[in-house]
């Protein structure tokens, strides 16, 4: 039976795990601090070490229960359109959207933690890797199954197709970051939904 005591320990974690993700996202794992996320939230240090033993349990508790299920979700939802190519090119201009307000300044919070943490960390190593597995299984599955419908040419190699997405999009988010400047994602994504649309079969 779940009490209020359950249910209320349950509201601090995810708020805790919000703020924490916050705070890793603007500023970084290493240079996050717990400090001021608790200050933030109004809560004790012992309220957060009753759920989280370490700021690394922390950490990687950030990466499984929000970012990689929002990653997940966002995907997902492209991918299961009848025509997967065009709901990455939708899914592509929503990440402009984003980029062009809030989001330009910190780039995208995994690859960030991929490029921070990745040589540090075993565990957030891990973790990063099998949220980016998942990820390119959902494209390649969804370009494959595009595919037997003959939506896409015979020749294309869904495995290789799906790692190229991938890799230009955090390549592009990378760039932009690095120059503040949107414009450089909308060049980069640009040309990445025409050599999308160029794998789809010919109309009739």
């Given at each position: 039976m779940v009490?209020?005591?359950?249910?209320?320990a349950?509201v601090?974690?995810?708020?805790?795990?919000?703020a924490?993700?916050?705070?890793?996202y603007r500023?970084?794992y290493?240079?996050?601090?717990?400090?001021?996320?608790?200050?933030?939230?109004?809560?004790?240090?012992?309220?957060?070490?009753?759920?989280f033993?370490s700021?690394q349990?922390?950490?990687?508790?950030v990466?499984?229960?929000v970012l990689?299920?929002r990653a997940?979700?966002?995907?997902?939802?492209?991918?299961?359109?009848?025509?997967p190519?065009?709901?990455?090119?939708?899914?592509?201009?929503?990440?402009?959207q984003f980029?062009?307000?809030q989001?330009l300044?910190?780039?995208?919070?995994?690859?960030?933690l991929?490029?921070?943490?990745?040589?540090l960390?075993?565990?957030?190593?891990q973790?990063?890797?099998?949220?980016?597995?998942?990820?390119?299984?959902?494209?390649q599955?969804a370009?494959?199954?595009?595919?037997?419908?003959?939506?896409?040419?015979?020749?294309?190699?869904?495995?290789?197709?799906?790692?190229?997405?991938i890799?230009?999009?955090?390549?592009?988010?990378?760039?932009?970051?690095n120059?503040?400047?949107?414009?450089?994602f909308?060049?980069?994504?640009?040309?990445?939904?025409?050599?999308?649309?160029?794998?789809k079969?010919?109309?009739?």
């Amino acid at each position: 039976m779940v009490t209020q005591r359950d249910l209320k320990a349950e509201v601090t974690r995810e708020k805790i795990l919000e703020a924490a993700a916050e705070e890793i996202y603007r500023v970084g794992y290493q240079s996050a601090s717990l400090c001021e996320m608790l200050k933030r939230l109004g809560i004790s240090k012992g309220a957060l070490y009753h759920h989280f033993a370490s700021k690394q349990e922390l950490g990687y508790a950030v990466l499984d229960d929000v970012l990689a299920p929002r990653a997940v979700a966002a995907w997902d939802a492209a991918l299961s359109a009848e025509d997967p190519i065009e709901g990455i090119c939708r899914l592509l201009d929503e990440e402009e959207q984003f980029l062009a307000g809030q989001r330009l300044a910190c780039g995208c919070p995994i690859n960030n933690l991929a490029q921070e943490m990745s040589p540090l960390d075993e565990g957030f190593r891990q973790r990063i890797e099998r949220v980016y597995r998942r990820w390119h299984r959902a494209v390649q599955n969804a370009l494959a199954g595009a595919q037997q419908r003959g939506l896409l040419r015979p020749e294309v190699d869904a495995n290789e197709v799906a790692y190229f997405v991938i890799a230009s999009l955090q390549g592009a988010v990378g760039l932009a970051k690095n120059s503040q400047d949107c414009g450089i994602f909308r060049s980069s994504i640009n040309g990445l939904k025409k050599y999308l649309h160029d794998l789809k079969m010919p109309a009739t």
